[in-house]
């Protein structure tokens, strides 16, 4: 039977994968799925309004599933109707999440009062927004590097609030119950109320209510203009245009001129009126209309948004994160228990989960049109995808399930945190000038993250040697052996990529800015990289670090490179302020910390180690 | 070959030494860039890397480093003797070889910038042309004789010489000129003429132009990124007939002081140094583009005109956020830019040694790939014989 283990394990993860990629079904009668996949813009790319849904919830409350308040879970897309269309019931929702104990006390609420203990309703923190406005004013007079803890939660909760007013101004105006009443209304008059109100100006007769109303409408749109979150208007004149999308108050606004609203307007009114109301039937049509009338004049940015809200639903990071979990426990159980059989089984679920991860990181691409590393959250994805490539690599020559258990660690902790650092919002983000060179992005920013993959590995490798030495009997002289030249190899490939990586970002310096070689923290971190790995080349060329040593200075490499890619991000925003201290500083310290203690267990005598010790 | 040499060369030759030379080098980097959270990367540039021992300054320690200097020096040493001493030439070394030579034309290159590399800007507002770069932080005394209308005849006086108090005898000049005093950084405010002269030996108030009306402040240096230090200074100027008094200069004045000696009338300026260019940029449009609902900035460019007095030259170019114009020598690039005054600011930059990083990352990328693909090939080769071990 055992023998079956491989292919029933391959067939599991197959049917996981599967199971991502069938499409979503509507969970009532409304086409949520066609309504998400409405292209708006936001942060200056296009993207489906079910993305706008899914990053908000991660924003407002770190996490996209939400309930009502009768406990009835909702779907990213139902909340976002509901925020933008029927604030009367969103307005109920728990998705402001606050955390500080001095910030709900402003508040005069406990923790009890909110869903899962920290998430709380518009309608809970109404009565006291004044207060939040008066202590977000105190706050933002201070530096953000050095607020304390209670300040940056106010700040973030009044940005939070300010988002969920944006968006309720962002199709409708949220203080009307029948928007597209009073735009039809507003249609049939906007021509004579103009005049109304030019003659009005020029002191000649006028009528004085319909110029009143019209002065009141203006008012009105230009605070939807303002305050809007969402360009949901697509340009008239195609989608070369990207510039041209408009938000809905100042499209409003240009009516005084045309005399016509927008048909995008009277579309999102009557999606309005059809949700609120519970038409179902008409909502869908509309739906339908709308999008006909947009596939003629957007395919390109249509076929985009779609293949993104889908790419969102498949969420094929999260099926990776639990392939390599399950890879990882079958590696380690296959060094007690049927080596062959689950080796393989495990070999192969981390194939699966890497290959998906490719197709992830490939859809990225696509969708943003840049090399695969643009920011963090792209960063963490690649540094375990180029690890757990060169895990597949060594698994492949040694079929020791060292690699495999190496690739589940490495792949679930960077997606682990590539998980964390998408609770920041959109992860497709749009490039800064300096930034903006797809040349530099693919040659520099490829083989420096490269590099921080590989030196990680040479670490997690380390890291084996180690627990197993020290802590079980199973590290007899060939896997030693073994394990030791992996860490070798890999510190060779991590030397070349961050020595190439670091001199090409030199160059990037050089053609941008006029310089090759700054000093400037970042330019440290990954030169700090260079010299480690260089120092553990040549200690080991030296005879002065054998088999333990070469595993320690390659766990320290760990501490290194994690100070590189985050460490020195926080430099300007912890080190020289002492009341603050950032989560992932916590995190980072943390993990250092636990690397020192194996570094530490690394130079016991040998004499203790159990695999070691003359039984 | 006597026994203290061979144990010096045995010291050098080293991985031993290279090791803790690496190790060295690293908690020097490491210590840099925390230092500069408080010093400015001006600063740590200077204590840290132009030095030979670095002061790290922990709390309330101070924990002496070897600087940059001694830690790159004694690298360059030890990997020079040692490939001097092992020098073998065979295949298998090559890629070592390789690399390391790769290595040293990096720290080559990097101590010829050190030496060479000129930094200028150039702003320039929309519609205007300039034929001149700006130094970031050097000044310079420019006495100018404007007596023919048709052309300005300049000598310009660097202020290291200022701050050294060198008397300046030109033979363009029918005036040496002395500095009495001279501040590497100092604020001016006006002085009210009424009010009692300062004590005595407090700052000398120069005798002629707009000097006896300013009060003069000197400041500490300052190495913060968003400021400069702003000299001021009073020079004598004497005649074969004796002095003609004393003036106070700085960048801070604003316009020049104007003077009439021996029938010619000059023009006295302390203002940053410039770097005069045989062409000249117009600035026809600068551009600031944004992504569309945010202000996040998506590119910034100037289209300019660029002309030889010859006539030689004379096109239009556009420089941008990663394309800079390389002409003459020089590289501009798109340095910072106010595009509601219809401003930019270009990078100047003089660098003949730029191409070594380029042959440097070159030689380093393939000597790493020949050393690792070579062993990688071997140890597939073994594998392929004996897989089980």
Known sequence: MKRFLPLFFLLLGLALIAKSLVPVRNSSDFDLVAFGRLPVVVNGRVKPLDTVARTSLVVLQSSQNVTAPDGTALTPNEWLLDVLFRSSRADAYQHFEINHPDLLAIFGLTPEAGRAKRRFSFRQLESKIDELQRQAKLAASVESAVRTPFQKAVVQLYANVGLYFRLKASLVSPDHKDFLAELMVFQNSVVAGVSAVRAKQAGQPHDEAL???????????ARMGELAYLLSVPPTDGEANTAGWKKVGDSLLETFQTGRVPPAVMVFAGLARMWTSGQAKEFNEVLRLYRAQLEKNFPTVLGKSDAEARFNAVQPFYTATLLYVLAFILAVISWLRWPAELGRAAFWLVGLAWLLATAGIFARMWLEGRPPVTNLYSSALFVGWIAVGFCLGLEYFYRNAIGSVAAGLVGFATLLVAHHLSLGGDTLEMMRAVLDSNFWLATHVVTVTAGYGATFLAGFLGLIYIVRGVFTKSLDPGTADALSRMIYGIVCFATLFSLVGTILGGIWADQSWGRFWGWDPKENGALMIVIWNALLLHARWGGLARQRGLAALAVFGNIITSWSWFGVNMLGVGLHSYGFMDAAFWWLLAFVTCQLVFIVVASLPLAKWRSFRSA | MSALYRQLRDVFVSLKLTVVLLALSLILVFASTLAQVDLGIYAVQEEFYRSFVAIWRVGGLALPLPGGYLVGGLLLINLVAAHLHRLKLQWRKAGIQLTHSGLIVLLIGELLTGLWQEDFQMAINEGDSKNYSESFRLYELAVIDTTDPKFDDVVAIPDSHLARATVVQHPKLPFRVVTKTYFPNAALARRDASAPSPAAGAVPIATQGIGPNVAVTPLPLTYKMNENNVPAAVVELIGADGS???????????????LTHAGRTWRIALRIARAYKPFSLQLLKVTHDIYVGTDLPKNFSSRIKLTTP????????????????????????????????????????????????????????????????????????????????
């Open chain 1, 211 to 221: 110029a009143a109303q019209m002065m009141e409408a203006g008012g009105r749109f």
């Open chain 2, 244 to 258: 003609l008094g004393t003036w106070l200069v700085s960048p801070d004045l604003g316009a020049p002081q104007t």
């Open chain 2, 310 to 389: 010859d006539g030689r030259d004379d096109r239009e170019v556009l420089i941008y956020m990663n394309n800079p114009l390389r002409y003459g020598g020089y590289t501009f690039y798109q340095y910072q830019m106010d595009s509601a005054r219809g401003l930019t600011v270009l990078q100047v930059v003089r660098n003949p040694s730029w191409l070594l990083p380029y042959v440097a990352c070159i030689m380093m990328a393939a000597g790493l790939l020949l050393q690792f693909g070579l062993s990688l090939l071997a140890f597939i080769a073994k594998r392929r014989v004996s897989p089980t071990t």
